[in-house]
């Protein structure tokens, strides 16, 4: 199993605002950024429980057709269908999705607290990261300090029309 990281952020590293709102993203809905490949690939996806909270907010449920783990100290009532509140470490975590066999890659959603520490661990495989023409000035950081240091590969580098430029980086 391969942690994948496929995420959106400003040119100035934000992946949402101070107040974690993400309306900002909405301008580029338009185009697809190879997502549907993405998530045919995808077996499970982990999210710490702010995202999820914030995921929550978008309305309908949009991971019904994956194992959703969400890393939380404290039990989530009501979660959706295939969806698993994760009270252990990430650490935990992949010892379990290693031992049960999950087919696919594991789409680490975010936030920046979380691929930090799946990065601590050396877990992430793939880095694809949507480089947004927009600067937010302050916001939620894709990596947090401190953040440990990680040399990459640079795979490929995509650009649209509209400004967005999708890095694809793996673990050398």
Do not use: K
């Not at 949402?16 to 301008?27: I, K, M, N, Q, R």
């Not at 401190?146 to 999708?166: F, K």
């Amino acid at each position: 199993m391969r942690f994948r990281v496929y995420i959106a952020l400003s040119l100035d590293g934000y992946i949402a605002t101070p107040d974690g709102e993400v309306e900002w993203l909405e301008p580029f809905f338009d185009e697809d950024y190879g997502y549907e490949s993405f998530m045919s690939e995808i077996g499970c996806a982990v999210m710490g429980r702010l995202t999820y909270d914030q995921v929550l907010d978008f309305g309908e449920w949009p991971y019904p057709e994956h194992d959703v783990y969400v890393l939380s100290r404290s039990s989530i009532s009501g979660l959706p269908e295939r969806t698993i509140g994760w009270p252990g470490t990430p650490a935990e975590l992949i010892t379990h999705l290693g031992e049960a066999g999950s087919e696919g890659d594991c789409w680490l959603i975010g936030g920046g607290q979380l691929i930090r520490e799946f990065e601590r661990l050396g877990a992430i495989d793939e880095y694809e990261l949507f480089v947004m023409p927009v600067t937010l000035g302050s916001g939620v950081p894709l990596f947090p300090s401190p953040y440990p240091p990680t040399a990459l590969q640079l795979v490929s580098v995509t650009a649209w029309e509209n400004g967005v430029v999708r890095l694809r980086y793996e673990r050398p």
